[in-house]
């Protein structure tokens, strides 16, 4: 019994234990006891076994005391370590906060414990979820559950930034975990690992508890294996939160009841600029094929332009660097984590020691660009200039969206790269952001979905981009392409 409730989802495991088919500490044993055999993984940084049976009891007894359960009632999950959780360290995968045990909860993960989740631990990512491969945690690689067929065992990046949210949601050591985005965190690692994610309209989630990377950018949402998951947990997530001076003001829609992969009357964007030369053919193929479920599903198929496509990614890395050096300025020695105090040092010795020590490569790279782009002699030329074309490239998907409900595009260039493939070559992994960042830089809500396997055996995902707002376009997309693909590969046990 307990080995097959790894393979349930979340609307299975929550309908399960409602109805009694199995309880909710069944199901948290079965996971924590997957969890703890994948220790080669490296998906998690902090296990919480007991948390996720104490949980589970709270949800028996619930439902031995005949009251309803919650939304994720029973449901033990995986939370990136990029969200505060009480009197559990929370790292964002960094030295420089390594021991800090936060005195309260964040908002998104105290609503999902308060509907019914429970936690299993927290996991791995890239430092400060900066990265697209999760080789710039402090705390080592994730590696993906997947391999190529090629009868090789090079280790495979998971994706990134949420890299353990993936590696964990493939491997069946969770049914779903929380991700952020901030440009294709929730999204690339989705695809990379064939298991959906959706980035919800900026605004949605609030951002209170969750560290800071780019402000402007950053979402929280939820990594599942399936549509109806993504849409249960999404629901759980959002909502209003005076803590958060961005969070929307609006009520949070019905998803899951909401969902319905009949697409006709519906127009489907393809964007012509995302069409580049040199494009890997199993992408191209495997959009294309994209295109046809979604015209099996109803859609009428119309050509759209976003012109400015081409300067997000150079934006993008100019933002998101910028927003980073002011929000990293808080680690400084003196309030979390990390102090390092030579002897005899001062103050400022000592903010620089440990920032010198605390922060990883990358972090650095962020926060030397980031500095850079805001001085006073370059600030007109560089970060000025990316906020235009960030207005011009939401403009774009303002044009668009007068001629189509949603846009389709591949989630990433490539599948899953192998581990080394891309770290020491900055741009080469900035570049694997392409599709991912104007969805970002624009709030809008975009998900991944598995659409197929490549040539090597490899997991493909599709984007759906939708207007502000409209996660369930957007979801609805997302059934009828996964009604379609009828995916259910899945990584064969190595760990
Ligand atoms: N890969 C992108 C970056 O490195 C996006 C990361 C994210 O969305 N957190 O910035």
Same mark, same amino acid.
């Given at each position: 019994?307990?080995?097959?409730?790894?393979?349930? @989802?979340?609307?299975?495991? =929550?309908?399960?234990?409602?109805?009694?088919?199995?309880?909710?500490? &069944?199901?948290?044993?079965?996971?924590?006891?997957?969890?703890?055999? !994948?220790?080669?993984?490296?998906?998690?940084?902090?296990?919480?076994?007991?948390?996720?049976?104490? !949980?589970?009891?709270?949800?028996?007894?619930?439902?031995?005391?005949?009251?309803?359960?919650?939304?994720?009632?029973?449901?033990?999950?995986? $939370?990136?370590?990029?969200?505060?959780?009480?009197?559990?360290?929370?790292?964002?995968?960094?030295?420089?906060?390594?021991?800090?045990?936060?005195?309260?909860?964040?908002?998104?993960?105290?609503?999902?414990?308060?509907?019914?989740?429970?936690?299993?631990?927290?996991?791995?990512?890239?430092?400060?979820?900066?990265?697209?491969?999760?080789?710039? +945690?402090?705390?080592?690689?994730?590696?993906?559950?997947?391999?190529?067929?090629?009868?090789?065992?090079?280790?495979?990046?998971? @994706?990134?930034? +949420?890299?353990?949210? +993936?590696?964990?949601?493939? %491997?069946?050591?969770?049914?779903?975990?929380?991700?952020?985005?901030?440009?294709?965190?929730?999204?690339?690692?989705?695809?990379?690992?064939?298991? /959906?994610?959706?980035?919800?309209?900026?605004?949605?989630?609030?951002?209170?508890?969750?560290? *800071?990377?780019? /402000?402007?950018?950053?979402?929280?949402?939820?990594?599942?294996?399936?549509?109806?998951?993504?849409?249960?947990?999404?629901?759980?997530?959002?909502?209003?939160?005076?803590?958060? !001076?961005?969070?929307?003001?609006?009520?949070?829609?019905?998803?899951?009841?909401?969902?319905?992969?009949?697409?006709?009357?519906?127009?489907?964007?393809?964007? =012509? &600029?995302? =069409? $580049?030369?040199?494009?890997?053919?199993?992408?191209?193929? +495997?959009?294309?094929?994209?295109?046809?479920?979604?015209?099996?599903?109803?859609?009428?198929?119309?050509?759209?332009?976003?012109?400015?496509?081409?300067?997000?990614?150079?934006?993008?890395?100019?933002?998101?660097?910028? &927003? *980073?050096?002011?929000?990293? %300025?808080?680690?400084?020695?003196?309030?979390?984590?990390?102090?390092?105090?030579?002897?005899?040092?001062?103050?400022?010795?000592?903010?620089?020691?440990?920032?010198?020590?605390?922060?990883?490569?990358?972090?650095?790279? =962020?926060?030397?660009?980031?500095?850079?782009?805001?001085?006073?002699?370059?600030?007109?030329?560089?970060?000025?200039?990316?906020?235009?074309?960030?207005?011009?490239?939401?403009?774009?998907?303002?044009?668009?969206?007068?001629?189509?409900?949603?846009?389709?595009?591949?989630?990433?260039?490539?599948?899953?790269?192998?581990?080394?493939?891309?770290?020491?070559?900055?741009?080469? $992994?900035?570049?694997?952001?392409?599709?991912?960042?104007?969805?970002?830089?624009?709030?809008?809500?975009? $998900?991944?979905?598995?659409?197929?396997?490549?040539?090597?055996?490899?997991?493909?995902?599709?984007?759906?981009?939708?207007?502000?707002?409209?996660?369930?376009?957007?979801?609805?997309?997302?059934?009828?392409?996964?009604?379609?693909?009828?995916?259910?590969?899945?990584?064969?046990?190595?760990?």
């Amino acid at each position: 019994m307990s080995s097959d409730l790894t393979e349930l @989802g979340v609307a299975a495991i =929550r309908d399960g234990v409602a109805k009694g088919e199995f309880t909710a500490v &069944e199901v948290a044993e079965a996971f924590n006891a997957n969890v703890a055999a !994948a220790a080669a993984l490296n998906a998690f940084i902090v296990t919480t076994p007991e948390q996720a049976l104490e !949980a589970a009891k709270a949800n028996d007894a619930k439902r031995a005391a005949g009251q309803p359960l919650g939304k994720m009632g029973g449901v033990p999950i995986g $939370m990136k370590d990029l969200f505060a959780t009480k009197g559990v360290q929370t790292t964002a995968a960094s030295h420089i906060l390594e021991g800090f045990t936060p005195q309260y909860e964040s908002t998104v993960s105290q609503k999902l414990w308060d509907a019914g989740a429970g936690m299993l631990g927290k996991l791995n990512l890239d430092q400060f979820a900066m990265g697209s491969s999760n080789e710039t +945690s402090y705390f080592g690689n994730v590696i993906s559950p997947w391999r190529r067929n090629d009868g090789g065992n090079a280790a495979l990046a998971p @994706g990134g930034s +949420s890299g353990g949210s +993936s590696a964990a949601v493939a %491997a069946r050591l969770a049914p779903a975990a929380t991700g952020t985005d901030t440009g294709g965190s929730i999204r690339q690692p989705a695809a990379f690992v064939g298991i /959906s994610g959706i980035k919800p309209t900026y605004g949605r989630c609030s951002r209170w508890g969750i560290v *800071a990377f780019a /402000s402007s950018l950053d979402q929280a949402g939820p990594m599942a294996r399936d549509v109806r998951d993504c849409a249960i947990m999404l629901e759980a997530m959002a909502g209003f939160d005076p803590k958060d !001076a961005t969070s929307l003001n609006l009520p949070v829609p019905e998803w899951e009841a909401g969902l319905n992969g009949d697409l006709r009357g519906k127009k489907v964007g393809i964007p =012509r &600029e995302y =069409r $580049m030369d040199g494009m890997d053919a199993d992408v191209a193929a +495997s959009w294309d094929r994209g295109i046809e479920w979604l015209k099996d599903a109803g859609a009428e198929i119309v050509d759209v332009s976003l012109p400015h496509t081409k300067y997000a990614l150079p934006a993008y890395y100019i933002i998101a660097p910028a &927003e *980073a050096s002011s929000n990293l %300025a808080r680690y400084d020695g003196v309030r979390y984590g990390l102090r390092d105090l030579p002897d005899g040092a001062g103050l400022q010795d000592m903010y620089a020691a440990t920032r010198a020590a605390g922060f990883g490569a990358e972090v650095k790279r =962020r926060i030397l660009i980031g500095t850079y782009v805001l001085s006073a002699g370059f600030y007109d030329a560089y970060y000025t200039q990316a906020q235009k074309v960030r207005t011009l490239i939401a403009q774009d998907f303002k044009n668009a969206f007068t001629q189509c409900d949603v846009i389709l595009a591949p989630t990433a260039p490539t599948a899953a790269f192998g581990l080394g493939e891309k770290s020491d070559d900055p741009l080469s $992994m900035y570049l694997n952001d392409v599709f991912a960042v104007p969805a970002s830089l624009a709030g809008l809500p975009a $998900m991944s979905v598995p659409a197929g396997l490549n040539r090597e055996g490899l997991p493909l995902g599709l984007q759906i981009v939708g207007k502000a707002f409209d996660e369930q376009g957007v979801l609805n997309a997302g059934l009828a392409i996964e009604a379609r693909a009828q995916f259910s590969a899945k990584p064969e046990k190595w760990w």
